[in-house]
């Protein structure tokens, strides 16, 4: 699959450098690409312990976007998936490694062991204090002696590093990252594998199934199973986690393993709050990415039973984005939908000749409709006059429900009646006009003046300028022509109209998809109601 | 595709009840699901100007994921790629509408436009002071009319919403916001098409190729173009952004359209900052996901060309962790390798004892080449008597060369020698015995103790335990026999050799993976070379 790299052989590095460019200044690295690639805290003064981890890369953020304050202080990176070397890692424990001594936390794989183990024999040849721990957190296969380590590392990172930047000394942040490596259980579940750079993907699972018990270097889970749907998905983590894990309350990391959208995350959020083991969950970490397989269409979560220093650390602050957090759980609130949504309509009043005004203007409407369809079938699908008549109708039969006497009251009226009955966007725009010129017209305005108002608004919610091939060719000429008299609004909204048939690219609205010959000859249907209403009215 | 959804009827109200239970009690949301679904800031008094912003589901973190403090205070959601309703934006409006009023920050989409437009009216009907902007940063194609909106919209959200929290009026946060709005361009490229939840994946890209100018809705991009490289990806991106740009200083916001891993965005980054407008950039957001479009493989590049006020807004605290921050970008630092990477061998110093003791345990081992290589044959890969004897054979050459007087130093340098000249797990794990007993001896331990050290180390590094068929079944008893003299430790390890023909079931190293058939009767290699080193010394 193509991916957003240069080469297979450049993409840590590359990845590395935009890393460290746009952190601001907080990271810095050491020379020596592309063998050597360790990212460190650019604050860093050695006067306290020091957290040195990392290994293979493709599980970003992990390890480098979590070097900072309250977290990692460097991360030694090898390439996608391969541990780094032992002069890597020896660079990177001699980088930040001062007089209060380091702690080496290691994911349990044999190149991570060896290199890291080894570095730190050389360190300490050189008269460094230098501490290791190996984190197992793997939960798949609870026989195997040696388990593999996954995103439940976050947690010693996190909880280690909050004792470190509190300066703790070496033996009790060591001693507290085997604590929380004892209590961390970790199950992760993918739709798909992962592509690493360079290589053809693997396709390896079917449709509807799902791979359980993953590791994050792309091998094949622990099993293969029928995959129904989110629920069932974190049923069959969360029964083998607690199998593996006892009653306590625990803190909980929701990890996706980097292909996951974040609209699928939230959802298996939802069914991890409402899973099992939820009468246990006190606190969450994510969902996030954290310990990801590259693109892996996978989450895991990860728990630990958790004492109370643990919660401190885990909310101490930490100065990196790649840390999402952790959130202590809490029942959700359900808020009442506001008052208001349904208007009423004010109490109808009597205006007869309003009355036969508004009935004038719709029997226009309805005898245009054959008309205006035709028009519409040049340009759009056909339908203005269909759309126009009915919502006229409408209003025909709402007449003695009308607050007729009371102008604001009666714009805002139509707007409703309007909405309720007229499809499309043209009804939801005309809605708007009459809304807002009844508001214009509650606050002072004249008659005239609310209907600009109202067509100032519609302009601005429907984008629509003079020249765009829409109603408004014809509507804004007519209102300006108002002031002018009746006749001199028609005569504006005529010319207005008839210029459309002159406009061969419309840039509003549905006739933005019609070829300039269907358009050239043929008035907008909306401008053209526009005119025949005013032309009536004269 | 498979996905982590129970039903694509239900994946957003599922997310949005995710995205709320995780938000550790500062989000709620509004009762009235399926067609309500407005998610707001539950610490919430109306004092101030509210932000309301959403529109289509499938862009997240986008929009819900940005409520809180210093962003919005509610987002109105739809579902996947559609607009939320006229009832559902009132809702929001009405939700968290004080005296001070509300924005409306709404995308460039017609049924958003149209939704929100007729809301603000009826809102403003029930007497609330509503305004509304309209974000249409696509520079896709400039000589439409009407752009789209995109990633460029958290600009808006993030710099009115820092004004909102400071307490400023509707008028300066509107027109903060138009002011962003006309400054902002956005365009994006993608390698693939996204997943839209319940409907097959459209195959639309073509391997190799990319589309460029995209909208957030899986939409075609304006064109198809060759892809090469991340480099001429982003060269591609920018080069269109400068067109419709000026040449003023920027803020740069990198978004993760939803499924491109975080290597890539990293790969990204680095290219971004390289690129022909690296002298412009003078701040960064991201790379982060921001405004996804689902799992699309993309991303997407915005601008800012800025004043001091929306830096100082931008830079604001806000309460949420889907706001990446913006850093202000500075060199890379480049710290030197620190020294000490390659270990000085101590000068060479004479004990003819020593001398001619190492040498006779290495001719040991170079005699039982062939033996150990069978027994290697039935357990794992052949090669422990050539991996053995090639060591052994550097280690007499370098005789001459070893500080043979100083037991402290010369462990070492045994460990050294053997780190570079004996390949595979052992090697290391040897490497690190006798440098850690060179460590301890350093320290004051005898002869015995330091080995015991150096035993310590590598079964912490390596995790291999008694019974797990490795040399640790020889090494283990011999160093703890050798207290009462070197018989007694030979017969020691003899006796742990030979167990461990009985051991059916290896638990570290290679043979983990040989049938019990295999191994029933043949000794683990590296125990019988323990073995018969101490039956020589003995």
Redesign the interface.
């Known amino acids: 699959?193509?991916?957003?790299?240069?080469?297979k052989d450049r993409?840590?590095t590359?990845?590395?450098?935009?890393?460290?460019?746009?952190?601001?200044?907080?990271l810095?690295?050491?020379?020596?690409f592309p063998h050597?690639k360790v990212v460190?805290r650019?604050d860093w003064d050695k006067s306290k312990v020091a957290l040195v981890s990392g290994g293979g890369?493709?599980h970003?953020?992990a390890h480098a976007?979590f070097v900072g304050r309250g977290l990692l202080t460097t991360a030694v990176c090898g390439e996608?998936f391969a541990s780094p070397s032992?002069?890597a890692v020896?660079?990177g424990i001699?980088?930040v490694t001062g007089k209060p001594g380091c702690l080496l936390i290691v994911k349990?794989y044999?190149g991570d062991?060896?290199?890291?183990?080894?570095a730190?024999?050389?360190a300490?040849?050189?008269g460094l204090k230098v501490n290791?721990v190996?984190v197992d957190d793997d939960a798949a296969l609870p026989e195997?002696?040696?388990q593999r380590g996954l995103a439940g590392t976050l947690f010693v990172h996190k909880i280690a590093g909050a004792l470190a930047e509190a300066g703790e000394d070496l033996d009790k942040v060591t001693a507290a990252a085997e604590d929380v490596i004892a209590r961390t259980t970790t199950l992760g579940m993918s739709?798909?594998t992962c592509?690493v750079?360079g290589s053809p993907k693997e396709q390896r699972i079917a449709?509807?199934?799902?791979e359980l018990g993953l590791g994050i270097h792309g091998e094949a889970g622990v099993e293969q199973v029928a995959?129904t749907?989110?629920?069932d998905?974190m049923a069959m983590v969360v029964e083998k986690l607690v199998v593996s894990s006892n009653t306590q309350p625990v803190v909980a990391l929701?990890n996706n393993l980097?292909?996951?959208?974040?609209?699928?995350?939230?959802?298996?959020?939802?069914?991890l709050?409402n899973s099992p083991i939820s009468h246990r969950l006190k606190y969450?970490i994510?969902?996030?990415?954290l310990m990801?397989s590259?693109?892996m269409?996978g989450?895991s979560v990860s728990l630990l039973p958790f004492i109370k220093s643990h919660i401190l650390a885990l909310q101490a602050p930490s100065g990196r984005?790649a840390w999402?957090?952790m959130?202590?759980?809490?029942p959700?609130?359900?808020?009442?939908?506001?008052?208001?949504?349904k208007?009423v309509l004010a109490a109808a009043t009597k205006h007869p000749a309003r009355r036969d005004f508004i009935k004038k203007c719709c029997t226009v409407l309805i005898a245009a409709e054959a008309d205006l369809n035709a028009l519409d079938a040049k340009s759009g699908d056909g339908d203005t006059g269909s759309t126009l008549s009915t919502a006229a109708r409408a209003l025909i039969d709402s007449l003695d429900q009308l607050p007729l006497a009371d102008l604001s009251q009666l714009y805002?009226a139509i707007?409703l009646v309007l909405?309720q009955t007229m499809g499309g966007?043209s009804g939801?725009?005309l809605?708007?006009f009459f809304?807002?010129a009844?508001?214009a017209s509650a606050k002072g305005k004249g008659p005239i003046g609310a209907l600009a108002a109202g067509l100032e608004?519609?302009q601005?919610?429907?984008?629509a300028?003079i020249g765009?091939r829409t109603m408004i060719d014809a509507l804004r000429p007519a209102l300006e022509g108002l002031n002018n008299g009746i006749e001199a609004a028609a005569a504006a909204a005529r010319t207005g109209a008839d210029g459309t048939s002159r406009i061969l690219m419309a840039?509003?609205g549905r006739a933005t998809y019609v070829s300039a010959e269907n358009l050239a000859g043929n008035n907008d249907p909306g401008a053209e109601a526009v005119a025949r209403l005013f032309e009536q009215m004269s």
């Not at 449709?207 to 799902?210: E, L």
């Not at 980097?258 to 069914?271: K, Q, W």
């Not at 959130?327 to 809490?330: A, H």
């Open positions: 699959m193509t991916q957003f790299i240069n080469h993409v840590v590359d990845a590395i450098d935009g890393l460290v460019g746009s952190s601001g200044g907080q810095a690295r050491l020379d020596g050597i460190v650019s890369s493709g970003e953020p976007g996608v032992l002069d020896l660079a001699l980088a349990n044999t062991r060896l290199n890291f183990g080894l730190a024999e050389r300490r040849a050189l290791m190996i195997l002696p040696q739709l798909d592509t750079p449709h509807g199934h799902a995959y749907n989110a629920r998905a929701l980097g292909g996951t959208s974040d609209l699928e995350m939230s959802v298996l959020a939802n069914e709050l969450l994510g969902p996030a990415p990801t590259l693109d269409r989450f984005t999402p957090g959130r202590e759980l809490k959700s609130e359900l808020m009442p939908v506001p008052e208001g949504l208007p805002r707007g909405s966007s939801v725009l809605a708007i809304t807002a009844g508001d608004r519609i601005q919610v429907g984008g300028q765009d840039k509003a």
